[in-house]
Each structure stands twice: as C-alpha cells, then as structure tokens.
C-alpha cells in the first residue's frame, strides 16, 4: 500500500541545520508532487515547500524562505527537507506528504510525522 | 495572500449533523480540500476538490463550495469523528498552499 516514513528529527540548537527524509513506497514516487507541512505545538497545519515531479520546480512558504531547501531522489524514492539557520519557531512535527493531481492537488496520502524541537 | 477563515471549535449531540466552514472571498472559484486530524495522528483527507469524497470515507462526510464559503458537513455525527477538521486550497497567484485555522469538532 501507498506508504510515506518521515525520520531525521530531533533536537537541535538554533542555527544549526537538520536534514529531514521522507521514504515512499507503493506507488511511482516519480510520477508525484510532494509536500512538506509542519505542525507547531497545540497549533494548525502550515504549508513548508513542494517540488515537482521532476524536481523542475520548487515553492517555499514565506517563514521558510531563504533557509530551507527541498529536494528528492527519484532513483530512491526519498524526499527531503534541508533545515537551516534554525529557528525557535521551526519546532514543529513535519510532515511529508503526497500531491494527488495538479497544482490545485490534495495533499494523499501524509506520512506519519517527524518531531524537530529547536532549543538552546 | 490567502486567509481561509474556519469557526475554532463546533459542538454537536451523536446522530446530529455538524457544518464546518471555511470563509475566504470567492473561495467558489477554487478547489477546497478538508483534512481529519485525531489527536497524535496524522491529517487524513475526507473530502477533496470542493465534494469528491476519497475512497474508505463514509458517505456522511459531504462537501460544498460557494460564494465566499466551503462547507464540509458530516451528518449522523458520531463520537469517532471527534478531531480537528483543516481546509485547504491553492493560492495560484503566489503558488502557495494555504491552510484554515481548524475547527475541533466536539460531540457531546
């Protein structure tokens, strides 16, 4: 079945850098959009970054802008999720998850999550 | 930039019908997806381009899109659909996706 595992959280110190993976498998991972979209602590859902299919193209939402960078490995079927200049306010379950369509795509299936706490 | 507006909390008895919105100007022009969110679980999307309902979502869960509102309504509420209830769109003049607020739907 359709399956995404995020993993590469953990604590980090603000300013560093963190590398988040997202490992898909039961469909063409290739063939697929896919999102970032993190969780702060008791809070909503925030839109991070997509990238296209091909990785042709790539959008960030404003709060991350500049610092993170989104990429895939279509040869592994692996997303990531380049983290840096940390900050506070990046603590946050991130979650990886798939574009079903075009641009107006729902987001299916979501992984189930990787926690980063950014502390001193 | 976009502002989906969705109610904080709605409250509703088991075997009634609860309405979730979610309020933009001309939010009818655009495709409106809803997400479920049980506590310590991850999104599960329950109604996709305004009111296509994905396959293994009960057929209580419904969708509209009008105007300057979407409505997600789930009728027969039940005590399982307890959860934080997320709309979502494209906003395609920034290329951003934009997520409501949330709403905890509370059955009483």
């Known amino acids: 079945q359709v399956q995404l595992v995020e993993s590469g959280g953990g604590v980090v110190q603000p300013g560093r850098s963190l590398r988040l993976s997202c490992a898909a498998s039961?469909?063409?991972?290739?063939?697929?959009?896919m999102h970032w979209v993190r969780q702060a602590p008791g809070k909503g859902l925030e839109w991070v970054a997509v990238?296209?299919?091909?990785?042709?193209?790539?959008y960030y939402g404003d709060s991350v802008k500049g610092r993170f960078i989104i990429s895939r490995d279509n040869s592994k079927n692996t997303l990531y999720l380049e983290m840096n200049s940390l900050r506070i306010d990046d603590t946050a379950v991130y979650y990886c998850a798939r574009a079903r369509g075009g641009a107006a795509a729902h987001f299916d299936p979501w992984g189930q999550g990787t926690p980063v706490t950014v502390s001193s | 930039s976009y502002v989906l507006t969705q109610p904080p909390s709605v409250s509703v008895a088991p075997g009634q019908t609860a309405r979730i919105t979610c309020g933009e100007n001309n939010i009818g022009s655009k495709s409106v997806h809803w997400y479920q969110q049980k506590p310590g679980q991850a999104p599960v999307l329950v109604v996709h381009d305004d009111s296509d309902r994905p396959s293994g979502i009960p057929e209580r869960f419904s969708g509209s899109n009008s105007g300057n509102t979407a409505t997600l309504t789930i009728s027969r509420v039940e005590a399982g659909d307890e959860a934080d209830y997320y709309c979502q769109v494209w906003d395609s003049r920034r290329d951003h996706w934009v997520f409501g607020g949330g709403t905890k739907l509370t059955v009483l």
């Open positions: 990238i296209w299919f091909d990785g042709r193209k790539k």
């Open positions: 039961g469909f063409t991972f290739s063939s697929f959009g």
